[in-house]
């Protein structure tokens, strides 16, 4: 088995290596049983320098990309081939070729020869690609920007938030995918995504915009303001996407959804909103979770009634340090929560904290396993020590989320 995995990678080196058809190269995941790899996610291409031809290498941990430009290519392809990834996706300008390794260890290879062609770019200081050019109509619709395409000014801390979440949700969807863990949709039966909490759906109409370029995909926004499910009816018809996007006024405990959704976000809901969205989610077995939690009213509250532990009385003296602690509770709590009901679950920068202070995201992939005695130790430890109750918990104790 170990060999057939050697001669796998050995074939995807040779892809990597050929400098003059690698596309891209995508590298995430970790392999059952193995180490975390060093990196969640690598990219590799070529491009040109006044030096020549380097393989650039550009790896991401929880927060930033750094990114390497190595003349001995062979040397640092080996070094990520060395890494425990179980999922690779290489792409040149005659194949594609992607390789899973099962949670037996066992390499599924599969290489297909494209159907287009394709010019790789090797230009080293090309513009950052925007995932939502400036003058796409759903950001003229929502006033992000202006009728000649052009980003607003007072609009520009929105417009970034926009790409960042769509840049973390294309990573989401794509390692999912990748990995087995979310279907691929079809025409007939298209990727189904409930916003939770939607509000006046800017993110809802950009997630939207993204993904339907991508695969077919039908998406719900809920909020429990009738005014936002008008508004934004009106948004969905002007922009002539309504037979894909609805929407409707309801409590996130209360909507009723014809189908059970693939993928479930919830942005920026406020205090136990983001456990009400999760709580329904667990209940769908959504197989991918994006939240942005907004405040942590119920925590910080409960932090003020109870006893703090001994050791820790200078993290809850003063205010400002208690609200921090609340939410770094709070979010730890969820992501652990999550995990004990077959969850892996990621928590990272959502947007830098300098366009907004409300900037962790939890990303959370449904795998039905069993999380290890540790894990539940761990969250029973936090909330004993704590004295704290937390609202998720609460909620799938009560009973079947539907």
């Known amino acids: 088995m170990a060999g057939d995995l050697s001669?796998?990678?050995a074939r995807l080196r040779g892809a990597v290596l050929d400098d003059e058809h690698l596309v891209r190269a995508l590298a995430s995941g970790r392999r059952r049983g193995r180490a975390e790899p060093r990196w969640r996610r690598v990219e590799m291409r070529y491009v040109d320098l006044k030096a020549g031809r380097r393989l650039q290498v550009t790896t991401y941990d929880d927060t930033q990309a750094h990114v390497t430009n190595?003349?001995?290519?062979?040397?640092?392809?080996?070094?990520?081939?060395?890494?425990?990834?179980?999922?690779?996706?290489?792409?040149?300008?005659?194949?594609?070729?992607?390789?899973?390794?099962?949670?037996?260890?066992?390499?599924?290879l599969h290489s297909a020869e494209r159907t287009a062609g394709v010019t790789p770019q090797r230009s080293h200081d090309q513009a950052k690609q925007r995932l939502l050019p400036d003058d796409h109509p759903v950001l003229?619709?929502?006033?992000?920007?202006?009728?000649?395409?052009?980003?607003?000014?007072?609009?520009?801390?929105?417009?970034?938030?926009?790409?960042?979440?769509?840049r973390a949700l294309s990573v989401a969807i794509e390692d999912a995918t990748r990995s087995g863990k979310l279907r691929t949709p079809t025409a007939d039966d298209p990727l189904r995504v409930v916003d939770l909490g939607c509000g006046n759906a800017y993110l809802t109409f950009a997630a939207h915009?993204?993904?339907?370029?991508?695969?077919?995909?039908?998406?719900?926004?809920?909020?429990?303001?009738?005014?936002?499910?008008?508004?934004?009816?009106?948004?969905?018809?002007?922009?002539?996407?309504?037979?894909?996007?609805?929407?409707?006024?309801?409590?996130?405990?209360d909507v009723v959804l014809e189908e059970h959704?693939?993928?479930?976000?919830?942005?920026?809901?406020?205090?136990?909103?983001?456990?009400?969205?999760?709580?329904?989610?667990?209940?769908?077995?959504?197989?991918?979770?994006?939240?942005?939690?907004?405040?942590?009213?119920?925590?910080?509250?409960?932090?003020?009634q109870v006893t703090t532990p001994v050791g820790y009385t200078s993290l809850?003296?003063?205010?400002?340090?208690?609200?921090?602690?609340?939410?770094?509770?709070?979010?730890?709590?969820?992501?652990?929560?999550?995990r004990q009901v077959g969850y892996r679950v990621d928590v990272v920068e959502f947007v830098d904290s300098v366009h907004t202070p409300r900037n962790t995201l939890l990303r959370a992939v449904r795998t039905g396993s069993t999380p290890p005695r540790e894990a539940r130790d761990e969250y029973d430890a936090l909330v004993s020590t704590w004295h704290l109750q937390p609202r998720l918990a609460e909620l799938l104790d009560e009973g079947d989320p539907h």
């Open 261 to 304: 959704p693939d993928v479930v976000l919830a942005l920026h809901a406020c205090d136990t909103a983001t456990d009400d969205a999760l709580f329904r989610a667990v209940g769908w077995h959504a197989e991918l979770v994006l939240a942005a939690p907004c405040c942590h009213h119920d925590i910080s509250a409960q932090l003020r």
């Open 316 to 338: 809850t003296r003063d205010g400002i340090l208690r609200e921090r602690l609340a939410d770094t509770l709070t979010d730890a709590l969820r992501a652990a929560i999550l």
């Open 70 to 108: 190595h003349e001995d290519a062979g040397a640092a392809l080996d070094e990520l081939l060395a890494e425990p990834f179980s999922n690779w996706h290489v792409e040149t300008t005659t194949h594609t070729h992607q390789l899973r390794v099962t949670k037996k260890g066992q390499p599924l």
């Open 140 to 166: 003229r619709a929502l006033g992000i920007s202006d009728a000649q395409g052009r980003v607003k000014p007072s609009r520009q801390a929105k417009y970034r938030q926009v790409e960042e979440f769509l």
């Open 7 to 9: 001669h796998a990678l």
């Open 209 to 253: 915009a993204w993904l339907s370029g991508q695969m077919p995909v039908r998406l719900v926004g809920v909020d429990v303001k009738e005014q936002s499910r008008r508004h934004n009816t009106e948004v969905a018809d002007r922009l002539g996407v309504a037979d894909e996007m609805t929407f409707h006024a309801a409590g996130i405990r």
